[in-house]
């Protein structure tokens, strides 16, 4: 946690569901209405396919929804693509860009995810940018350096607290039930703070971290709790209501 920074639990569900998913979104925006909005704030990021039943879903409750990607341009040639406009006008609020995912399935580099998250802010929304080492990468000791690069050439020079959300994820802790230690975790947390406040100045201060990679209810107040983690991005525990709103319940006694 960082003191004056109020959390963020946001889920990201991937490559899954269908309609039939909407009442477990339903049951975390009851969650978030029932109280654990004054906790945190909450924000779940569903497949394009949802967006617009999602946003149904969750008017007028707390929750709000995002996107998991989109095109840099805001319309055009480009079959089976999404720009952030149409997500802003599906109901997003924010839109994940540069997952691991990405980058690995799709080749997307550096250029492209800064190129995403101006495309973000283009249509008025907030971009959850993400960064994170390979499994190899840590082993080889190069952890830091990796994120060093990442933000260097992800973050736009006009990121901000109001703009931007940025997601520390671990690759070899995605999905895999393995986090790392709060030790590692704290020291990554504190690094990308201060390479942010190379890069941005004193905005970086207000800027959210967050953590990505097997955060589950079980582990949720160990890993939130440490010093610059501004919240969780969520994927498997965010696909079911109770798991992922058990997550954000560590908020109370946070
Ligand atoms: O975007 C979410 C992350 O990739 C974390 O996924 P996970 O919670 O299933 O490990």
């Avoid at 995403?116 to 350096?145: H, M, P």
């Avoid at 931007?164 to 590692?184: K, R």
């Avoid at 160990?222 to 696909?239: C, R």
Wanted: glycine share 12%; charged share 20%; aromatic share 4%.
């Amino acid at each position: 946690m960082t003191p004056g920074i109020r959390p963020l639990v946001a889920g990201n569900w991937k490559m899954n569901g269908t309609s039939a998913s909407l009442g477990e979104l339903r049951g975390i925006a009851e969650g978030f209405a029932q109280g654990l909005g004054e906790v945190a704030d909450g924000l779940v990021c569903v497949p394009a396919t949802l967006l617009a039943r999602a946003a149904e879903v969750t008017t007028g409750t707390p929750l709000n929804v995002g996107g998991e990607d989109c095109h840099p341009k805001e319309s055009g040639a480009h079959t089976g693509d999404i720009s952030a406009e149409m997500l802003k006008d599906a109901g997003a609020t924010h839109v994940i860009v540069g997952h691991s995912e990405r980058r690995t399935d799709h080749g997307e580099s550096n250029a492209t995810v800064h190129a995403k998250a101006e495309a973000v802010w283009r249509a008025g929304l907030v971009a959850i940018i993400c960064i994170g080492e390979t499994q190899a990468q840590r082993e080889s000791g190069s952890t830091l350096d990796v994120l060093a690069q990442q933000i260097a050439g992800s973050v736009p020079a006009d990121a901000n607290a109001g703009n931007a959300v940025i997601a520390y994820e671990p690759v070899w802790a995605i999905g895999t039930g393995l986090t790392p230690t709060v030790d590692d975790v704290a020291q990554a947390h504190a690094y990308i703070r201060a390479r942010l406040g190379d890069k941005l100045g004193a905005v970086a201060g207000r800027m959210r971290i967050l953590y990505g990679g097997s955060v589950k209810p079980s582990n949720a107040v160990e890993l939130l709790s440490v010093e610059n983690v501004d919240g969780a991005l969520v994927g498997g525990a965010s696909l079911k209501a109770a798991d992922f709103l058990g997550i954000a319940r560590a908020y109370r006694s946070l």
